[in-house]
């Protein structure tokens, strides 16, 4: 018997733990030292399992060949129910047997929102908190996210990047991405995430993104969509992106341009989106929510369900990298988040049930105490087409390094700043560690950073209002009997 990894799946070794996930499907597993060692003998070459059991028997001198081989095989068939693998006889039928995502499906991978996986012998639950709690001892790359170009084709009036960047902006050049990409390659990263400026006015990104493809990464493009072309598509067939994702601000077509200031955006945005869709690629739309568009948001849920791809909305602006707080004049009120939070608890069913699902903070409040705010400096890092390197794309106001001057390793390892960062905890919050809607906040040290003024430790009043209100009507909708004939129009 040949296996397989499918194409959509994805193994990384982390020390003692092997990891596989799946981009189809959503589901991922953290396995032991034993189930590590069987994931890295699973590649995309078909394999039979009698070649990897000879292969692996060498590591374990206590059981015999056939007690491993019988180990393995109930391991296979394990994976293959939930499709990270295949098997088969010959390639061709391992082949046949490859799962493809389309939109004609009855539950594409845009539509899931579980992104766990049940609890099973030698595997480790909540494989995100795995990841957090462990990554913060020992810090990994696991996503890296990349500014290909500072060009953009738009000037949003919400968005946290400078126009003045965009006006005087470059694009990165090939052999610097191709440098690092191949350095994150190496330290075992996983996710990549490509974005600008506006990704499609790089010259040269058919070739990033195939280099991205040849060192096996799991993909996602944030981008307008504006300078879609069928070259770009044929690039993404190619490539098999986890998924690309759009803003679409509103379905009136005055309102969308207005916050992108460019005339005919939402006519080429929409075009695009629809274009993406026939050609079944992954597709995930973002809908930021304003005082302009804040009435609007349901019809761009609507158009999505339609579409049989997700949407999501995000109403926490954050200032610009500049510590230019103009653009948050266009943040909704607490009066205007409150109705916009009545919509969502009415209408999107995954906000609330992900809101409940969620293991309190408050729970155990000793371990949440030492535990990193976020990601930055644990986990993920982020790239700017100049070389210098940031705790993530919206902290440019903090540079951690300098791809010109030095490795990607060396950067992750020995910048000063970063490990300043990484001694940063929920502890250092106390107020937060009191505060009754800590179950309903989401503390971000980069939103603080850019709206004081470079000051990570001073939160915004606003966010904290949020909180209040989210847990509010969190409770107060857990709480109300369901009325008959509830509109489910969004579900």
């Known amino acids: 018997m040949l296996i397989r990894q499918t194409k959509d799946t994805f193994i990384r070794r982390y020390g003692d733990y092997g990891y596989i996930t799946n981009q189809l ?3 991922d597993r953290v396995l032991n030292d034993t189930g590590g060692d069987f994931l890295e003998s699973i590649n995309r070459t078909p394999k039979s399992i009698d070649s990897i059991v000879n292969e692996i028997f060498p590591l374990y001198k206590d059981v015999s060949i056939d007690e491993l081989k019988q180990d393995f095989f109930e391991f296979v068939l394990d994976l293959e129910k ?8 010959d390639p061709l039928e391992l082949d046949k047997k490859e799962p493809t995502f389309s939109y004609k499906s009855a539950n594409p ?21 795995f990841f957090y709690e462990e990554f913060h001892k020992k810090p990994q790359i696991l996503g890296l996210q990349i500014e290909v170009t500072s060009r953009c084709n738009e000037r949003c009036i919400h968005c946290y990047i400078p126009n003045e960047k965009k006006d005087i902006g470059k694009d990165i ?9 191949d350095e ?17 006015m790089h010259k040269e990104i058919a070739n990033i993104l195939r280099h991205a493809r040849k060192n096996d990464f799991s993909i996602s493009i944030l981008s307008n969509l504006v300078l879609l072309s069928d070259e770009h598509i044929s690039v993404l067939k190619e490539i098999n ?26 006519g080429k945005t929409k075009s695009s989106i629809e274009r993406l869709v026939a050609s079944d690629i992954p597709l995930q739309i973002s809908c930021p929510v304003m005082k302009v568009n804040f009435r609007s948001y349901k019809d761009v849920l609507a158009y999505a369900k339609d579409l049989c791809t997700k949407a999501y909305t995000d109403f926490i602006m954050m200032a610009q990298t500049d510590y230019n707080t103009k653009n948050l004049e266009q943040r909704i009120s607490i009066k205007e988040t409150e ?21 309190p903070k408050s729970k155990d409040i000793e371990k949440f105490k030492n535990l990193p705010v976020c990601g930055v400096g644990v986990d993920n890092i982020c790239l700017a087409v100049n070389g210098n390197f940031f705790p993530c794309a919206g902290w440019q106001g903090l540079v951690v390094g300098n791809a010109n001057k030095q490795s990607l390793r060396e950067v992750w390892v020995n ?11 929920n502890s250092s919050f106390p107020q937060c560690i009191v505060c009754d809607a800590l179950d309903y906040c989401a503390l971000c040290l980069v939103r603080n950073y850019n709206e004081n003024k470079g000051d990570m430790f001073k939160i915004p009043h606003h966010f904290c209002e949020v909180a209040s209100l989210n847990k509010k009507m969190v409770m107060e909708k857990v709480n109300k009997p369901k009325s008959m004939g509830h509109d489910d129009k969004f579900r």
């Open 241 to 266: 992106p986890s998924l690309v994702q759009v803003s679409l601000y509103s379905m009136k077509a005055e309102e969308h341009d207005s916050i992108t200031r460019v005339k005919g955006s939402f």
């Open 184 to 200: 994150a390659e190496a330290m075992g990263t996983l996710q990549l995430t490509l974005s600008g400026g506006e990704v499609f």
């Open 339 to 359: 109705v916009l939070l009545e919509d969502i608890l009415n209408f999107d069913w995954d906000y609330l049930n992900t809101t409940l699902q969620q293991d």
């Open 415 to 425: 910048s000063e700043q970063l490990k300043a960062l990484r001694t940063i905890t």
């Open 25 to 27: 499907t959503k589901h």
């Open 109 to 129: 991978k845009t539509a899931i929102n579980d992104f766990t996986n049940p609890d099973k012998k030698d595997i480790l639950n909540n494989t995100a908190t």
């Open 82 to 89: 939930d499709g990270f693998i295949v098997t088969g006889n």
């Open 173 to 181: 050049e090939l052999p610097m991405i191709k440098r690092v990409l």
